[in-house]
T-cell receptor, first 112, second 114 residues
Framework: EDQVTQSPEALRLQEGESSSLNCSYTVSGLRGLFWYRQDPGKGPDFLFT???AGEEKEKERLKATLTKKESFLHITAPKPEDSATYLCAVRAYGGSQGNLIFGKGTKLSVKP | ETGVTQSPTHLIKTRGQQVTLRCSSQSGHNTVSWYQQALGQGPQFIFQ???????GRGNFPPRFSGLQFPNYSSELNVNALELDDSALYLC?????????????FGPGTRLLVL
């Protein structure tokens, strides 16, 4: 069964303290891995799409990387406004059309 | 460019009632997907519509149904509401149904079933 596991469930950082969020996936064949940011009570905002192992994408303080089994979201020198839940999702071969399989997310809190 | 919009923002219903949620896709997008997100969980795929046809369905019962209109807007209908249907319902649109296409989400509709 295709599944996505994110760790840790929650992460507290001080402003400027860099860290990484992990997304491990088990799929029959990966067609794409997606990172989203979700603020409380809002819909997810798109961050990155990764398609193949070794691929990296960057945006401001965020950098996403992909291996054959997992993806990391690296946060460099975070600010309080980076506080949110970060969701990882995959799309797999053989899955129902349009189906993004999501992890439960990592809730990030950045204290000033 | 207009993003994905959803209405209403909040809704309270009682068990057994029926509800209709609405979604307008992002300009230029022809594909709409619906997700259910329970508190503390990731979104779960309900179904996808492409050019007014259902194009894939997740593990949800038939009382969850949908429509897509010629302007690519969409509705999610839920009959015989149950308490466990309380959740944030998310609509996402994409440029096309191809699997590599990124899905962009709306703000969601918060449904509470009493």
């Amino acid at each position: 069964e295709d599944q996505v596991t994110q760790s840790p469930e929650a992460l507290r950082l001080q402003e400027g303290e860099s860290s990484s969020l992990n997304c491990s996936y088990t799929v029959s064949g990966l067609r794409g891995l997606f990172w989203y940011r979700q603020d409380p009570g809002k819909g997810p905002d798109f961050l990155f799409t990764l398609y193949s192992a070794g691929e990296e994408k960057e945006k401001e303080r965020l950098k996403a990387t992909l291996t054959k089994k997992e993806s990391f979201l690296h946060i460099t020198a975070p600010k309080p406004e980076d506080s949110a839940t970060y969701l990882c999702a995959v799309r797999a071969y053989g899955g129902s059309q349009g189906n993004l399989i999501f992890g439960k997310g990592t809730k990030l809190s950045v204290k000033p | 460019e207009t993003g994905v919009t959803q209405s209403p923002t909040h809704l309270i219903k009682t068990r057994g009632q029926q509800v209709t949620l609405r979604c307008s896709s992002q300009s230029g997008h022809n594909t709409v997907s619906w997700y259910q997100q329970a508190l503390g969980q990731g979104p779960q795929f309900i179904f996808q519509y492409y050019r007014e046809e259902e194009n894939g369905r997740g593990n949800f019962p038939p009382r969850f149904s949908g429509l897509q209109f010629p302007n690519y807007s969409s509705e999610l209908n839920v009959n015989a509401l149950e308490l466990d249907d309380s959740a944030l319902y998310l609509c996402a649109s994409s440029l096309d149904r191809e699997v590599q296409e990124t899905q962009y989400f709306g703000p969601g509709t918060r449904l509470l079933v009493l």
